[in-house]
């Protein structure tokens, strides 16, 4: 807080605290951000080097989310662990993950290879540097019917199959 925060190029995964020229602890500060866990809230002495990594990697997480925005993966880590930081599916999420990946070939071209996986199978997915992935809202369809006219309330009335008009009137 004192120096103003990590910057946007910083890691919040990979800090380092060194003591007496040695690494002390290196900390991931998403379990402390993400999950609450401040086991890694370490008592820092005189003299000592905290030193931010630069970012290694970012994965945009976008639409049906509870917190959508750009995060860190480390080695290991899950399509479903990512979409997990940013608090899981809302209730509105299709289940569908669109994944945007850009992928470069033997000879240097870069290509798109994008596809579509279900949540529950986006586990066995890793993620990589650069992926961005959209989970889509659930569509669904407005099963309405307009009342208008000499009636004493006219409006819109929910609809079921099978409605007769008397029910309706």
């Known amino acids: 807080i004192q120096a103003g925060g990590i910057d946007t190029t910083g890691s919040l995964r990979f800090i380092v605290i060194k003591r007496n020229n040695q690494t002390y602890k290196e900390i991931d500060l998403y379990n402390s951000l993400l999950k609450g866990d401040i086991s890694s809230n370490t008592q820092l002495k005189d003299q000592d080097i905290v030193f931010v990594k630069i970012r290694n990697s970012t ?8 917190r ?7 080695n290991g880590e899950s399509i479903k662990d990512i979409v997990d930081y ?7 999420a299709s289940g569908i993950i669109s994944v945007e990946r850009l992928e470069r070939s033997g000879k240097g071209n870069i290509n798109n290879k994008n596809f579509y996986l279900d949540y ?3 586990k066995l997915y890793p993620v990589k540097n ?4 959209t989970i889509q809202k659930m569509m669904y369809s407005v ?27």
């Open 59 to 66: 994965v945009h997480v976008d639409s049906s989310v509870y």
């Open 68 to 74: 959508h925005g750009i995060y860190e993966s480390v």
């Open 86 to 92: 940013a608090g899981g599916l809302k209730p509105n």
């Open 120 to 122: 529950s199978d986006s």
């Open 130 to 133: 650069g992926d961005k992935l």
């Open 143 to 169: 099963q309405k019917v307009d009342l208008i006219g000499q009636v004493k309330n006219p409006g819109s009335y929910n609809y079921f199959k099978g409605m007769k008009l008397k029910e309706l009137l």
